[in-house]
């Protein structure tokens, strides 16, 4: 009943910029939890920043403070704004909403590219 749509990823340089969005359509996030996950080629999903319904945030260490996660309810969006990224960060940035009761939707993902 939900659709996430990423967007923003691309080829960046590494200390560059890149801002990614997810637009939810379908229902309203106001009392979700929304966040952005990352999977790189042989590695694990992991979590990269997490908001929840009340404006808490949370960051995988690797990224606190280059990495700002923010949410516009208004608009059904959570934004990723990336700051001096790395190659490391290379990976596929995928969106994730949970509303109440485990209700949990995931976007196609975004490829993001960091060059050294």
């Known amino acids: 009943q939900v659709q996430l749509v990423e967007s923003g990823g691309g080829l960046v340089q590494a200390g560059g910029s890149l801002r990614l969005s997810c637009a939810a359509s379908?229902?309203?996030?106001?009392?979700?939890?929304m966040g952005w996950y990352r999977q790189a080629p042989g590695k694990q999903r992991e979590l990269v920043a997490g908001?929840?319904?009340?404006?808490?945030?949370n960051y995988a260490d690797s990224v606190k403070g280059r990495f700002t996660i923010s949410r516009e309810n208004a608009k059904n969006t959570v934004t990723l704004q990336m700051n001096s990224l790395k190659p490391e960060d290379t990976a596929v940035y995928y969106c994730?909403?949970?509303?109440?009761?485990?209700?949990?939707?995931w976007g196609q993902g975004t490829q993001v590219t960091v060059s050294s």
């Open positions: 994730n909403v949970e509303f109440p009761r485990s209700r949990v939707y």
């Open positions: 379908g229902s309203i996030v106001v009392f979700a939890t």
């Open positions: 908001i929840t319904n009340g404006g808490t945030t």
